[in-house]
């Protein structure tokens, strides 16, 4: 029994991206491929998002010119594929705070968000340091953090403290304390509905970037694999190694259950097509009675 | 007339003295134009200030409005580096000289530092960070003063000038640029 569909759309990408960015250390090792995207879960009456994409109006043709992002695509555009508008969206878990992920909140007027309270409290707080600690404060837009206080007054933004299980039906929210970012999240779907079991799905936000992260070649230590960590830690490496511990245990260290969004190579594990936009959708799981959207 | 993305800063919405004739545009100031190069290198970093004050302002009242009965953790003294911050910039931005092709600019600034202040002294009335749970009206009166502040902070915004509400250079795209310089050499 599943009772979510989960799928992987891309709405734009860096055609070449710093393998170090990637994974930590890998310097010199030339550029990949690095999709943006943000995963739909659907089923049990909800539609629900990880992320919601960069605000294109503001930023886009900044973002082309200067930093080759290309082939944005909006969420109705990217939605439709999927035969969804984003007023269908009920619920949206953002990540992170950095502009890629809260970006678009204002293209889903009749969706609750759920962001951690950490990752707010944080930026906020590192907003008044002193220039010299800038680094700090990359990626993230002001005005992204108004557009979640519009939310708030709507009464349609809640903070979560830490975990919060079943926010939707089988659905939980983590939090990774000062690791990518301040507070960070990921989510984990219980497919089959039970406390217990045995159809979990991570959705890792930015905790894991691609597959390397989860398994690199780790004879450099003298062990087959080892998990290695993004390049952006704005806490810690350690951090981020013991979230994705903890996202592995949760799926049963079944690697292909931890479900990276700037990874290409979903395409190579998971049913995929590729759309009339150029863009990417990745079948990850159907829910029973779901047919497939790239097949 | 700008032609960054981000905006219309020539737009009449804004209450600012009307565009210079010129092309008044900071990412291309003629070499010989001292004055200019002096306010844009002046400028950048009181627009930084201001863009972190609004999402400092920003974030605590976010903060406030989901919190529950919840203490902030950061409350007030959070709140009060923001105002103090707020009256640097201010401070700095009253001491820049401001040649003629500015004034829109300069003038755009000292609107958004305005509303800034509004919104902080709205969040004070309210004691949005102090207790009672803020009311629909206080609610609106912060949200209008920090939304008229964003859009000032975005019609102020010249990214080819390096003035822009957010620093892209570690964000997820920002090798982009690196590949993109390498490519025209």
Not at chain 1, 34 to 43: M, T
Not at chain 1, 272 to 281: F, H, P
Request: hydrophobic share 40%; with cysteine.
């Amino acid at each position: 029994m599943a009772d979510y569909s989960i799928h992987v759309l891309e709405y734009s990408y860096v055609p070449k991206y710093h393998k170090s960015g990637v994974l930590y250390g890998a310097h010199n090792q030339g550029y990949v491929k690095l999709p943006y995207c943000y995963v739909l879960i659907k089923g049990r009456g909800h539609v629900a998002l990880v992320d919601v994409g960069y605000n294109h109006k503001d930023y886009g043709k900044h973002l082309a010119d200067k930093f080759g992002v290309e082939n944005w695509r909006s969420p109705k555009v990217v939605l439709a594929e999927m035969g969804l508008t984003p007023e269908d969206v009920d619920t949206v878990f953002i990540s992170h705070a950095h502009f890629d992920h809260f970006g678009s909140v204002e293209d889903f007027p009749n969706a609750t968000f759920y962001i951690q309270r950490e990752e707010i409290e944080k930026w906020v707080w590192a907003m008044s340091l002193p220039d010299r600690l800038r680094w700090m404060m990359i990626a993230v837009d002001p005005s992204d953090i108004l557009r979640g206080v519009g939310l708030a007054a709507e009464g349609r933004l809640r903070t979560v403290d830490g975990s919060l299980e079943d926010v939707l039906p089988g659905i939980d929210l983590h939090l990774a304390k000062d690791s990518h970012t301040f507070g960070s999240m990921w989510v984990t779907v219980r497919n089959d509905g039970k406390a217990t079991s045995e159809d979990v799905w991570v959705l890792a936000g930015d905790l894991v970037y691609q597959f390397t992260n989860l398994k690199n070649d780790g004879s450099v230590v003298g062990v087959d694999t080892m998990y290695t960590p993004v390049g952006l830690a704005l806490g810690s490496q350690m951090n981020l190694l013991l979230a994705t511990e903890e996202m592995m245990k949760q799926v049963g260290y079944d690697d292909r259950r931890v479900i990276p969004i700037h990874e290409e190579g979903l395409a190579d594990r998971f049913p995929s097509r590729i759309t009339g936009e150029k863009l990417r959708i990745s079948e990850i799981c159907l829910a029973d009675g779901s047919a497939s959207v790239v097949a | 007339m700008s032609r960054t993305p981000f905006h219309a800063s020539h737009c009449d919405v804004w209450d600012l003295p009307p565009p210079p004739e010129a092309d008044a545009r900071l990412a291309h100031v003629e070499p010989g134009d001292e004055a200019m190069q002096r306010y844009r290198s002046g400028v950048r970093p009181v627009y930084e200030t201001l863009a972190r004050v609004m999402a400092q302002l920003s974030g605590l009242f976010l903060l406030r409005l989901t919190g529950g009965g919840r203490a902030l953790q950061l409350d007030h003294p959070m709140f009060g580096v923001a105002c103090d911050q707020l009256a640097a910039g201010r401070d700095d931005l009253r001491a820049l000289a401001v040649p003629a092709a500015a004034t829109r600019h300069h003038a755009a600034l000292s609107l958004m530092a305005g509303h800034l202040a509004a919104a902080a002294q709205a969040m004070d009335r309210l004691a949005a960070s102090r207790g009672a749970a803020p009311d629909e009206d206080g609610k609106r009166g912060v949200l209008r003063q920090l939304h008229a502040a964003q859009g000032l902070l975005i019609a102020a915004a010249e990214p080819d000038a390096g003035i822009t509400p957010i620093d892209f250079s570690h964000a997820c795209c920002s090798c982009g640029s690196a590949v993109r310089l390498k490519a025209a050499r």
